[in-house]
């Protein structure tokens, strides 16, 4: 079950990483923020399914870092546009 649960998650991911890359500046915007928690996700599933809590430790500083650098991104965007 958590194998169907990695993959599905790394499978949203191929989107959001294209968008983020090859995208207009407001899409890379929207595939950072979107990629952010699909990869936080994706750890605390491998936390569950391998029963190591530091992966949960990851996962939190991910989230955070994730969140402070869209904010960062988007005021760049702002200033730019």
């Known amino acids: 079950m958590t194998l ?3 993959v599905l998650l790394a499978g949203a991911l191929l989107p959001t990483l294209l968008t983020t890359m090859y995208g207009r500046p407001v899409d890379r915007l929207a595939g950072l923020m ?3 928690p699909l990869v ?3 750890l605390i599933v491998l ?3 391998y029963g190591r809590p530091a992966y949960l430790d990851v996962a939190l500083v991910l989230a955070v870092l994730s969140f402070a650098g869209s904010l960062v991104f988007a005021r760049f ?3 730019t546009l």
Do not use: C, D, K, Q
Request: hydrophobic share 65%.
């Open 4 to 6: 169907v649960a990695i």
């Open 34 to 36: 979107l990629a952010g």
């Open 40 to 42: 936080t996700l994706t």
């Open 47 to 49: 936390a569950a399914a």
């Open 77 to 79: 965007l702002g200033r």
